[in-house]
């Protein structure tokens, strides 16, 4: 094969990785963004994006509104293919971008949608963290095993995280150990709840503000009829419930079977409802 046909096989990077919504514009904060959930790529493959999503697949604002355009979701989608075909290039491309005056003494926030889908791309950012130590890095995330077996035990030191409720790993949370936040229905639900505090005047309260976050539920109608007046905590331990319930029914109608009785992992569920919903 040629070179040139060799060239020709590479797809298009994005010419530049970070963003500004004008939500964090206003608050000077640049973007980091995948796909939410999951992604089809432009050769087929099916790339999940968030494995520990659950209750709140149900009411993710990066699937609704703009992150439907379909600009947008090409956007997404190239950031996504760049970490998954070229992670040691997309590492040094987003170090460089970094680097930039115009960042210095910012933050940045990892994931506007998706979320820490592999080890490897976690630890790429976390290499990406030390060689930026002008820039100070935050995200929320429901990656819980992942980040409490790979970040916590030596956390780059210019990365803050808060644990996100809504997702299969919620019981692995410690509410009064971790920094979480919660989706409440509104303000006034967050103002009730004893030791927790609003993050709306500034995404960056989420981890410069008090330890239990609150996040009012977006103004959605179908998202809000979802939540039902619960908090996504609440919604997810009713999740859980019932799959604990399901699990030992299942156990019971097949004691001698151990193929049977053997759980699908995690994964492989998360991985199957993330087909369903790739672009």
Known sequence: MSSSAQVATVPARPARLLTQNREMRAIGVWNWTLPALAARLPDGRTQVTCPAASACTQICYARNGTY?????????????AYVVDDL???????????????????????????????????????????????????????????????????????FLWVYSYGGREDALIDPD????????PDDDAITKAPGWSSQEASDLLAVLGPRLVGVPANRIPQFLKRMGGRRLSEWQAEIDAERARKRRRHLRLVPNNSSASTPMSEGQRSADEAERYAA
């Open 177 to 184: 150990r971790d920094r979480v936040a919660d989706v409440f």
């Open 68 to 80: 439907l355009f379909p600009a947008v979701k090409a956007k997404h989608t190239a950031n996504l």
């Open 88 to 158: 040691p290039g997309w590492t040094e491309a987003m170090i460089r971008e970094l680097s930039a005056p115009r960042l210095n003494g910012k933050f940045v926030r990892v994931h506007d949608a998706g979320d820490f889908f592999s080890d490897a791309y976690t630890l790429a950012w976390c290499r990406v963290m030390r060689a930026c130590p002008q820039v100070t890095f935050y995200a929320y995330t429901k990656e819980v095993r992942r980040f409490k077996r790979l970040i916590e035990p030596d956390p780059p030191d210019n």
